[in-house]
């Protein structure tokens, strides 16, 4: 598995350390992550120091890659990666000869990698990074259905008036319901109950 490593910088102003590190690595912003601290010193004539921690995308990309390329070798499934990189996430679609094994059961096993490369990366740096990936597509139909059924029950509640429980859910799916139904007319949803059984409740507004 590869080394992740980031580039460490100081200085007295935030603009200051930001374009450092920007000229040492030969980068624009929007092709970092950064994260950017300040530090007050002093007693009476205080003064501000600033912290840098900075790291190129696409050696996280690399990381990430190498990481899943280990994983995927021990369960014996070839695998290759598709990477659309934005600028607020990094998307990693497997395409394997066993999408089922990478899936595992209601997205579990996907889910679960997922979480293992957010934590990796962000103790390797101390950034947090928000990787997300899908296998052969999986969470793209996924979304298109759990919108769908979300719009088709929203409807249902605003011709009733009657409130409808949706099944349990992870907070990646309920989120999008709620933003699938934020403009919805009618309706509002909440979230209730615990983890792993929470839920999003579809329920009728007052005119």
């Known amino acids: 598995m590869l080394e992740l490593k980031s580039q460490k910088y100081e200085g007295k102003a935030g603009d200051e350390v930001l374009n450092k590190a920007l000229s040492e690595l030969n980068a624009s912003k929007n092709e970092i992550y950064y994260d950017l601290k300040e530090e007050v010193t002093g007693g009476l004539f205080k003064s501000?120091?600033?912290y840098l921690t900075a790291i190129l995308k696409d050696d996280v990309i690399d990381y990430v890659k190498s990481y899943l390329?280990?994983?995927t070798d021990l369960m014996n499934i070839n695998a290759e990666f598709e990477t659309i990189k934005r600028e607020n996430y990094i998307k990693i679609n497997m395409i394997s000869d066993n999408n089922a094994i990478l899936i595992g059961k209601n997205g579990r096993t996907i889910e679960s990698l997922q979480s293992l490369i957010r934590q990796?990366?962000?103790?390797k740096l101390g950034i947090k990074i928000n990787v997300i990936l899908d296998a052969n597509g999986y969470k793209e139909r996924q979304q298109k259905n759990i919108e769908r059924l979300a719009v088709k029950l929203a409807?249902?509640?605003?011709k009733t008036k009657v409130e409808v429980k949706m099944d349990s859910m992870n907070?990646?799916?309920r989120?999008?319901?709620h933003n699938c139904l934020t403009d919805f007319?009618?309706?509002t949803t909440i979230s209730e109950g615990e983890e792993p059984n929470r839920c999003v409740v579809i329920k009728p507004t007052e005119k």
């Not at 990796?120 to 103790?123: A, K, N, P, V």
């Not at 409807?155 to 605003?158: A, D, G, I, S």
């Open 48 to 50: 501000k120091k600033y």
């Open 69 to 71: 390329k280990e994983v």
């Open 120 to 123: 990796s990366i962000q103790t």
């Open 155 to 158: 409807k249902e509640v605003r």
């Open 171 to 173: 907070s990646y799916e």
């Open 175 to 177: 989120r999008l319901v």
């Open 185 to 187: 007319n009618g309706v």
